[in-house]
């Protein structure tokens, strides 16, 4: 058969130097909205506001890198209830910080190489210091529950960051 690849990417530093922070921040948030899901972001307030956001689209599946000057992402309950999207992802955090995780009643820190499985089902968070930068594969929730169908019951839970096939 044959796909459709939908590629997409957001680097903040191609945006008009005329935006300000603020006007970089929400034209990242319409963006990101509007391809992926709504989620809250509270911007690094000590930092400049940056984003490179880059992923690729296949059959359903997503894969992607994101890093930017976040201090806090969050899927809440308010965004869950307009979202179209309830993708099972598999996180990783490729930054050179611990960032925190959580969701499901499960809260998670993550260290740099560790990954986490997680929904966009339910509301959750991820808090970092100064930056927040993950790879992720986002699988649609009905094909991963009928491929596997106790993998949702993993969710908040970390992947050994030692295991061969994360690597």
């Not at 006007?23 to 509270?42: N, S, V």
Request: proline share 5%; charged share 20%.
């Amino acid at each position: 058969p044959v796909y459709d690849m939908q590629k997409v990417r957001f680097f903040s530093e191609d945006l008009p130097a005329s935006l300000d922070d603020q006007g970089k921040f929400d034209a990242w948030l319409a963006f990101y909205g509007g391809f992926y899901t709504t989620l809250e972001i509270k911007r690094a307030e000590h930092r400049p506001f940056f984003v490179r956001f880059a992923a690729a689209q296949v059959a359903g599946i997503r894969l992607g890198r994101i890093e930017g000057s976040f201090s806090r992402v969050a899927r809440t309950a308010t965004a869950m209830e307009t979202a179209e999207n309830n993708d099972i992802l598999i996180a990783m955090n490729i930054a050179s910080s611990t960032l925190f995780y959580s969701q499901a009643g499960r809260d998670v820190t993550l260290e740099a190489g560790s990954a986490v499985l997680c929904t966009n089902a339910e509301p959750g968070v991820v808090e970092a210091e100064n930056a927040i930068s993950w790879m992720f594969v986002g699988l649609p929730e009905q094909a991963l529950r009928k491929s596997c169908p106790g993998a949702v019951d993993l969710i908040g839970r970390p992947f050994d960051p030692a295991n061969p096939s994360l690597r």
